[in-house]
Structures are given as structure tokens and as C-alpha cells.
Nanobody, 127 residues
């Protein structure tokens, strides 16, 4: 079993920054892929970013150039640095872990491919 605890959300003005953290515990492995998804009210949960064990990254087009995903394998922690935030970034952000590893772009960006999830952290961007 793996437990994920995500944190770091809050209220920020448009153009501001936030950094989300996701701490993993339990039967973790540095070979797992980690991802961030988000869900706005009344909408489906969408892919945001993913990172592989080697540090390879993959982003949704909507956040490319503004968000940066990183991981510290020694601390079993993944981060999502969010800059130039927009009101449309408002959502509950969830970290997730994929035990099957990095995979293809389609797999690493598909919600059902992830095995474990954090509880979510709210990000609100005011205009």
C-alpha cells in the first residue's frame, strides 16, 4: 500500500505562484511515475503534469511553460511549482502514483492508469 498526502494549496491572485507538495509513504519505489491532476467544479478530472523516475517530465498544453513538476526521490516527495496562475487554474489538485512507471504519453496522462491518489488540495486564483 502507498499513501499520498498532498498540500500547499491556497488562495492567490492572478499572476501569482504556488507550490504544491505530495509526500508518499508506504511501499514506494523511485521507479514509479508520479502525476498531478486537477478537477474544477462541475468538470472532469484533468491531467496536469507527470514525472518519471529519471526526471522525465510531461505537461498538459494548458500549463506548459507555467508549471514545473519535480521530484525528490530521497524524500519520496513530488512538487508542482505553479507560476503565472490564471483564474482558470482554480481547481482541486490531486497527486497520483502510477506503479507501472512512465509509459507512453497517453498512459501517463490517463487518470485510470494511476493506482494511488492523494486527498486533494484546493487552489483558488482570483482575478
Amino acid at each position: 500500500q502507498v499513501q499520498l498526502v498532498d498540500s500547499g494549496g491556497g488562495l492567490v491572485q492572478a499572476g501569482g505562484s504556488l507550490r504544491l507538495s505530495c509526500a508518499a509513504s508506504g511501499r514506494t519505489s523511485s521507479t514509479y511515475a508520479m502525476g498531478w491532476f486537477r478537477q474544477a467544479p462541475g468538470k472532469e478530472r484533468d491531467f496536469v503534469a507527470a514525472i518519471g523516475w529519471s526526471g522525465s517530465t510531461y505537461y498538459a498544453d494548458s500549463v506548459k511553460g507555467r508549471f514545473t513538476i519535480s521530484r525528490d526521490n530521497a524524500k519520496n516527495t513530488v512538487y508542482l511549482q505553479m507560476n503565472s496562475l490564471k483564474p482558470e487554474d482554480t481547481a482541486v489538485y490531486y497527486c497520483a502514483l502510477r506503479t507501472a512507471g512512465w509509459g507512453t504519453p497517453r498512459l501517463r496522462s490517463t487518470m485510470s492508469e494511476y493506482d494511488y491518489w492523494g486527498q486533494g488540495t484546493q487552489v483558488t486564483v482570483s482575478s
